[in-house]
């Protein structure tokens, strides 16, 4: 069974999502700077789309996203410490995120999230790096 199938489960699927999104919020709430006021305005942007928008995006990504690093996941159950090695190999794991988020934002209709996507993307995998510790620690909370 692959890290989606395991993790997204109808009873786990709703938590995991939420607590990617509660994650980004945070991510967004200790960004500083003016690409922090950047990167928030963008947000909220998209945030005003439609109510949840976040949520969504977040529910439809996350079968891909956990698709593409189950193989880094397996890499670390063999290690016996998968959190940990998603963890030390975060450049690779971001990389598997943004080729997932990549191909999404190609199909995107909503000129608004396909500029500020086209806008942050040269910055993004900085941002998602940071991101993988936390993300690890949600995978290993609700893995089997």
Partial sequence: MGL?????????????????????????????????????????????????YIYGVVDSLSQPCFTEIDPIWEEGLQQGEPVEYLKANKSRTADALLAVTDTKAKNVKIQLVRGVYEKFRDSAKKHVEDSVPELAEIIGKYAK
Avoid: H, R, Y
């Fill in 4 to 52: 989606s199938e395991n993790l997204l489960t109808p009873d786990n699927k709703p938590l995991i999502v939420q607590e990617c999104c509660e994650m980004i919020d945070a991510q967004l709430a200790g960004k500083t700077g003016v690409s922090g006021i950047a990167l928030k305005t963008a947000f909220a942007a998209l945030k005003g789309l439609k109510p949840n």
